[in-house]
C-alpha cells in the first residue's frame, strides 16, 4: 500500500468519525430544547346576548352538565332537545307524558316568558282561538310577572320548566330537585297566585326517575313531546313549519320555544302552521286535571 492511499483511507476515517459526533451531538441538543407547539384551540366562545337555555353544551360536554351513567343513584338520562338527539320515542322516559291521550293536538312553548317574543306568540294564538301550554323558566317568571299573567289571562295551561333550564337536574339529589321544582313554583304564584301548574317538563328530557318521581310527589305530571322541530337550532321558518306540519297527527304534543335565544323564526313558522293545524285538528291547551 502506498503512502497516498493510506493517507486517503486515515483522512475517510475522520471524516466519519466526525460525521458521527456532530450527529450525536445535534440529537442530544434536539432533546434539550422545551416543546414549541402551540397549544390547540378549545373551541370555546362566549356570547353576551344573555341566557340561551337551549343552546347551552350537551350533556357531557366541556363546560356543560356531567353525564350520568347506569351506575349514578339517579339512573340514566334519557335527553331530547340540546343536541342530543334523542326524542319521544324512547324507551326510558319514565312516565313522562309524549301525547294528550285524545285525538286533540297540544302546542307547547318552553323557556319563557320572553318580553320579545312570548307577546308575538301570545298575538298570533289569539288571532286563531287557540290555547296552549306554556313551559316557563322560574328566573323568567320571576324577572316577567306580567308576562305569566298575560298567559294564564288568555287561557293557557303553565308548566313548571325548572328554575334555570338546568338539563342535568335530574342527576341530582330528590332533595335538591324538589327544591327547585318548588321555587319555581312559588315565582309562578307570585304572579298568579291561585293558577294550577300541574305540568313539569324537564330541561332537555333529561328525564330520570328521581326528577319524575319528585314531580309527581308535588303533584305535577311529567310532560315531554312527541313533534320536536328543533326550533332552538335557528333552522329557519321553512324548517320549523315544514317539520311540524308534516308531522303532527292527532294526539301529538308539539315542542316550540318562546325564549331562551333568537325565537323569531318560531313566531313566523307559527304564523304559517296555525291556519293548517286548525284546519286539521281540534288544538288545546293542555287540562289542568291530567290522569
Known amino acids: 500500500m502506498t503512502r497516498g492511499s493510506s493517507t486517503a483511507r486515515a483522512a475517510?476515517?475522520?471524516?466519519?468519525?466526525?460525521?458521527?459526533?456532530l450527529g450525536s451531538a445535534?440529537?442530544?441538543?434536539?432533546?434539550l430544547v422545551p416543546d414549541q407547539t402551540p397549544p390547540h384551540s378549545t373551541g370555546v366562545t362566549t356570547s353576551a346576548d344573555g341566557p340561551h337555555y337551549a343552546d347551552q353544551p350537551s350533556?357531557?360536554?366541556?363546560?356543560?352538565?356531567?353525564?350520568?351513567?347506569?351506575?349514578?343513584?339517579?339512573?340514566?338520562?334519557?335527553?331530547?332537545?340540546?343536541?342530543?338527539?334523542?326524542?319521544?320515542?324512547?324507551d326510558n322516559l319514565f312516565g313522562a307524558h309524549a301525547t294528550t291521550g285524545s285525538p286533540r293536538l297540544a302546542l307547547t312553548f318552553d323557556?319563557?316568558?320572553?318580553?320579545?317574543?312570548?307577546p308575538q306568540v301570545l298575538a298570533?294564538?289569539?288571532?286563531?282561538?287557540?290555547?296552549?301550554?306554556?313551559?316557563?323558566?322560574?328566573?323568567?317568571?320571576?324577572?316577567?310577572?306580567?308576562?305569566?299573567?298575560?298567559?294564564?289571562?288568555?287561557?293557557?295551561?303553565?308548566c313548571n320548566h325548572?328554575?334555570?333550564?338546568?338539563?342535568?337536574?335530574?342527576?341530582?339529589?330528590a332533595?335538591?330537585?324538589?327544591?327547585?321544582?318548588?321555587?319555581?313554583?312559588?315565582?309562578?304564584?307570585?304572579?298568579?297566585?291561585?293558577?294550577?301548574?300541574?305540568?313539569?317538563?324537564?330541561?332537555?328530557?333529561?328525564?330520570?326517575?328521581?326528577?319524575?318521581?319528585?314531580?309527581?310527589?308535588?303533584?305535577m305530571t311529567p310532560l315531554h313531546w312527541s313533534v320536536d322541530p328543533s326550533d332552538w337550532e335557528l333552522p329557519g321558518a321553512n324548517k320549523i313549519s315544514a317539520t311540524v306540519l308534516s308531522q303532527a297527527e292527532p294526539g301529538s304534543v308539539v315542542l316550540l320555544h318562546d325564549a331562551g335565544g333568537d325565537r323569531q323564526g318560531t313566531v313566523e313558522a307559527l304564523r304559517r302552521i296555525l291556519p293548517d293545524l286548525?284546519?286539521?285538528?281540534?288544538?288545546?291547551a293542555l287540562p289542568t286535571d291530567p290522569t
Open 12 to 21: 475517510g476515517i475522520v471524516t466519519l468519525v466526525v460525521a458521527g459526533l
Open 26 to 31: 445535534y440529537v442530544l441538543g434536539r432533546s
Open 59 to 90: 350533556v357531557g360536554e366541556p363546560g356543560g352538565t356531567p353525564r350520568v351513567s347506569a351506575s349514578n343513584s339517579a339512573g340514566p338520562v334519557e335527553t331530547g332537545q340540546d343536541g342530543s338527539g334523542r326524542d319521544a320515542g324512547g
Open 111 to 118: 323557556d319563557g316568558p320572553d318580553p320579545r317574543y312570548t
Open 124 to 158: 298570533l294564538l289569539r288571532e286563531y282561538d287557540v290555547q296552549a301550554t306554556f313551559c316557563v323558566v322560574g328566573e323568567n317568571a320571576q324577572n316577567h310577572p306580567d308576562l305569566v299573567r298575560s298567559i294564564v289571562d288568555a287561557g293557557h295551561t303553565l
Open 162 to 173: 325548572s328554575w334555570h333550564h338546568d338539563v342535568g337536574l335530574g342527576a341530582r339529589s
Open 175 to 219: 332533595d335538591a330537585i324538589r327544591s327547585d321544582l318548588l321555587r319555581t313554583n312559588a315565582a309562578i304564584r307570585a304572579a298568579v297566585p291561585n293558577a294550577p301548574i300541574v305540568w313539569y317538563r324537564q330541561p332537555g328530557g333529561a328525564w330520570t326517575y328521581p326528577v319524575v318521581s319528585v314531580a309527581r310527589q308535588l303533584g
Open 278 to 284: 286548525t284546519a286539521r285538528f281540534v288544538l288545546e
